[in-house]
């Protein structure tokens, strides 16, 4: 049997999916930039997780597939500006979020705060799972509890954010009518 | 037609589950940190392998040939990594580390500093393996 992913959802026109998907990984990239700025302020190098955004916003508004093709390309931008290593934590990181935020979104009606909370918390439990595999050590741990309070805050600007974002994309592109 | 509609910002029950989540984080945190005043020294790791073993007593600056272009440096306020060839300088922006528990990571260059206190009153400068 052969299995096809459908990445594009039939009420979309393809010109309409092509733009939204740019849209979508140009606001990721650019906000992964954003957020290295942010990382210079803050100690052991906390990911604030903003380009979680976009990812989010695919799994709302297009459908899985399409998120988890932008989770991949985010890992690529990032392979290609700050290196492998740097690429192979924001794909565990990333896969991580992406995992949570289609579990709470698809099956449950969470509130956008709370998936994002948790979502950024998985983003940094995989990055920290990450980091432990490269180093061969479990010390990175020691990073857990600072991490959960800025995952946490970060969690609660990108839940509002989505709250705000979500119903003009809905506005703009129209509903695919994929979400329950 | 808006699809979420009935998705709401925020739950009180999210609150409480966030609230207790930033409480278990706090506890993890004084149940891991050291406040006691015992001597302490720092395992530095490179790969999983323990380079040397750094007593916090012995200021002054250390390299080491597994750890590369990487300085560390013993002051006052603990241990520090005051040189690193790496791109994000990640474990410099660390700072200083002192209680036992705390950690200096460096990824790219697969480097981990991690504090521990020494074992009864045996007294170490530097261990080299």
Known sequence: MKMVIKFKPDGISASRYTALMGLLFAVSAALNWLESLFSVFLPTGMRIGLSNIAVMLAILCINVPSALLLTVLKACFVLLTRGVTAGAMSLCGSLAAFLVTVLLFRRTKASYVLTSVLAALAHSLGQLCAACMLLKTVSVFAYLPVLTVSSSAAGVLTGIALKVIFPEMVKTFGSTKQIR | ?129
């Open chain 2, 1 to 129: 037609m808006n699809i979420n509609d009935d998705r709401k910002l925020i739950r009180a029950r999210d609150i409480v589950l966030i609230a207790a989540v930033l409480a278990a984080a706090a506890a993890v945190y004084w149940v891991t940190a050291d406040f006691s005043g015992k001597k302490r020294y720092a395992v530095i790791s490179c790969g999983g392998e323990t380079v040397a073993e750094v007593s916090l007593d012995r200021f002054g600056d250390y390299s080491f040939p597994e750890t590369g272009n990487m300085v560390f440096t013993v002051g006052g306020s603990g241990i520090s990594v005051s040189k690193s060839g790496c791109p994000d300088k990640i474990c410099m922006r660390t700072g200083n580390i002192s209680r036992a528990g705390e950690a200096i990571i460096c990824v790219p260059n697969r480097t981990a500093v991690k504090v521990k206190n020494a074992p009864g009153e045996n007294d170490i400068d530097v261990v080299l393996r």
